[in-house]
């Protein structure tokens, strides 16, 4: 077992900006930073610009409330010539309570590396 402690790409406390009707946090919100966590994790990997091709489904567990503080961990799970796929999970350590940690969601994202003239290259 590896008892190293994960270290989040980000880590974000979410604001009354972000929620919805209900009182919970916009799950477009949570996107936006699964998406920028995932990227970057893919610049640690090339020295080219990386675009998102792809997100595969993403399930909201449970929900986010504002002041829950937020992390997104990320691990590279493939790598491709062109490309790199990047699971990410995302945690909420609760406002009221930041001992309880819960599992919000996870999120797979696809990324294709890009050259200066926008189309695909390889990761190099």
Same mark, same amino acid.
């Given at each position: %077992?590896?008892?190293?402690?994960?270290?989040?790409?980000?880590?974000?406390?979410?604001?009354?900006?972000?929620?919805?009707?209900?009182?919970?946090?916009?799950?477009?919100?949570?996107?936006?930073?699964?998406?920028?966590?995932?990227?970057?994790?893919?610049?640690?990997?090339?020295?080219?610009?990386?675009?998102?091709?792809? %997100?595969?489904?993403?399930?909201?567990?449970?929900?986010?409330?504002?002041?829950?503080?937020?992390?997104?961990?990320?691990?590279?799970?493939?790598?491709?010539?062109?490309?790199?796929?990047?699971?990410?999970?995302?945690?909420?350590?609760?406002?009221?309570?930041?001992?309880?940690?819960?599992?919000?969601?996870?999120?797979?994202?696809?990324?294709?590396?890009?050259?200066?003239?926008?189309?695909?290259?390889?990761?190099?």
């Amino acid at each position: %077992m590896n008892n190293t402690p994960r270290i989040p790409a980000i880590r974000v406390t979410l604001l009354p900006k972000d929620t919805n009707w209900h009182g919970t946090i916009f799950g477009g919100v949570l996107l936006s930073q699964i998406d920028l966590a995932a990227a970057i994790e893919a610049r640690k990997h090339t020295r080219h610009r990386t675009v998102t091709v792809a %997100m595969q489904e993403v399930e909201f567990k449970k929900p986010v409330y504002v002041g829950d503080v937020v992390s997104f961990y990320t691990d590279v799970v493939r790598r491709g010539s062109t490309s790199l796929t990047i699971h990410v999970d995302v945690e909420a350590n609760r406002h009221d309570d930041p001992t309880e940690v819960v599992k919000v969601t996870q999120a797979v994202v696809i990324f294709v590396a890009v050259g200066p003239d926008g189309q695909k290259c390889t990761l190099d």
